[in-house]
């Protein structure tokens, strides 16, 4: 009795553990699938997304829309104890959620990395004081985030300017981890543009890539293959290069489609559409500036086959194209015609019916009888 006792009790809290880490959260009409929190020593997992004082989380922000926010995301920066630090790439909107102290680094060009330092110190700082600490971060944390990167900075060099270890043991040691997951602009932006990264005879891979490596090197691109979509986060600076590296060295031709996102899913979002030969002038023309997304592969056109290129400001064109069944244009104009065709028709057969009416008796004069 014992036994079978301690196995129900088991059974409930795991069933328990496993809904709090894969229930689907309906939030504004966005779906979130809230995954468990990850934390680092051992690599254990857990349920529990409670903020405690004197831990480290990185938390996905999203790419931008505070609907698209997991609910694991939204409980962590409504903490009001909580240290928030994020940069100027997660949205005003999201900022605007934060409940604790937020402080914001500005990346900007030719100042990023005095910024990541400053960063790095204020983690330190909340640290060193046994705060709790959150690392807002736009998209998910771990795709072309640097989320291990700064994990690995700041719990391997705690305190760079003293060198005494037993100052380094007093808390970068014991340091708890949480890593929750966002929706990641890699998959969120295109799907806001109206873009499919996969389509059925168009494209069935997909490769991501980033614009930017290490210290500002320029990454290895992918080779040019049939059916494959590439999107690019962080390029939108450098696209003129990019573009002509795919054309030049990777085999890619020339009138392959490529669209560009800027700020998406929020009210500021923009689009850009064109090919490789001409996007970076696009882009320049209308000033599109980071955060942006990339895409580039025939699935671009899927859904907007006749747009001509440069600003897609007609969003009733797209809007009508997904909100129409299948051959619903077709049957409305083969409906259209069958009415002309059959409008004579109906008008000879009014005329006829005219003539053979019989004439109405005559109307009785005034006096007469």
């Known amino acids: 009795r014992e036994m079978a006792t301690t196995h129900k009790k088991k059974g409930r809290c795991g069933s328990s553990l496993f809904l709090l880490g894969v229930a689907l959260v309906l939030v504004g009409g966005a779906v979130a699938l809230v995954?468990?929190?990850?934390?680092?020593?051992?690599?254990?997992?857990?349920?529990?997304?409670?903020?405690?004082?004197?831990?480290?989380?990185?938390?996905?922000?999203?790419?931008?829309?505070?609907?698209?926010?997991?609910?694991?995301?939204?409980?962590?920066?409504?903490?009001?104890?909580?240290?928030?630090?994020?940069?100027?790439?997660?949205?005003?909107?999201?900022?605007?959620?934060?409940?604790?102290?937020?402080?914001?680094?500005?990346?900007?060009?030719?100042?990023?990395?005095?910024?990541?330092?400053?960063?790095?110190?204020?983690?330190?700082?909340?640290?060193?004081?046994n705060r709790t600490v959150i690392r807002l971060k736009i998209g998910d944390p771990f795709i072309f985030g640097r989320g291990a990167?700064?994990?690995?900075?700041?719990?391997?060099?705690?305190?760079?300017?003293?060198?005494?270890?037993?100052?380094?043991?007093?808390?970068?040691?014991?340091?708890?981890?949480?890593?929750?997951?966002?929706?990641?602009?890699?998959?969120?932006?295109?799907?806001?543009?109206?873009?499919?990264?996969?389509?059925?005879?168009?494209?069935?891979?997909?490769?991501?890539?980033t614009g930017f490596g290490r210290d500002g090197s320029e990454p290895e691109l992918p080779f040019f293959q049939p059916k494959q979509t590439v999107v690019m986060l962080m390029g939108v600076g450098r696209?003129?290069?990019?573009?002509?590296?795919?054309?030049?060295?990777?085999?890619?031709?020339?009138?392959?489609?490529a669209l560009v996102v800027e700020k998406a899913t929020c009210h500021q979002q923009r689009v850009v559409i064109g090919d490789l030969a001409d996007i970076h002038h696009i882009v320049q023309r209308h000033a599109i500036k980071a955060p942006a997304t990339i895409v580039v592969g025939d699935v671009v056109r899927v859904l907007y086959p006749n747009q001509p290129h440069g600003l897609v400001t007609d969003a009733s064109a797209i809007g009508s194209l997904l909100s129409s069944r299948p051959g619903e244009k077709e049957e409305e104009e083969q409906q259209h015609q069958r009415q002309q065709q059959q409008q004579p028709q109906q008008q000879q057969q009014q005329q006829r019916e005219r003539q053979l009416r019989p004439l109405p008796p005559p109307l009785p004069l005034k006096g007469a009888g």
């Open 35 to 129: 995954p468990p929190s990850l934390s680092a020593p051992g690599g254990r997992l857990s349920s529990s997304v409670r903020c405690e004082a004197g831990k480290l989380a990185l938390v996905g922000a999203g790419p931008g829309d505070p609907e698209l926010l997991t609910v694991a995301a939204l409980r962590y920066i409504s903490d009001e104890r909580a240290l928030v630090i994020a940069d100027r790439l997660v949205s005003e909107e999201v900022l605007a959620l934060v409940r604790g102290e937020l402080r914001v680094a500005r990346k900007r060009p030719g100042c990023a990395e005095e910024a990541q330092r400053q960063i790095y110190e204020w983690i330190r700082q909340g640290l060193a004081a």
């Open 149 to 209: 990167e700064e994990l690995l900075e700041v719990l391997h060099h705690p305190e760079e300017e003293d060198d005494e270890e037993s100052s380094k043991e007093s808390w970068s040691s014991n340091v708890e981890v949480r890593v929750v997951p966002g929706v990641s602009a890699a998959f969120a932006a295109p799907l806001a543009a109206g873009v499919p990264l996969t389509h059925r005879g168009v494209a069935d891979k997909v490769v991501l890539t």
């Open 239 to 257: 696209l003129g290069a990019v573009a002509d590296t795919f054309v030049r060295s990777k085999n890619f031709p020339t009138t392959m489609p």
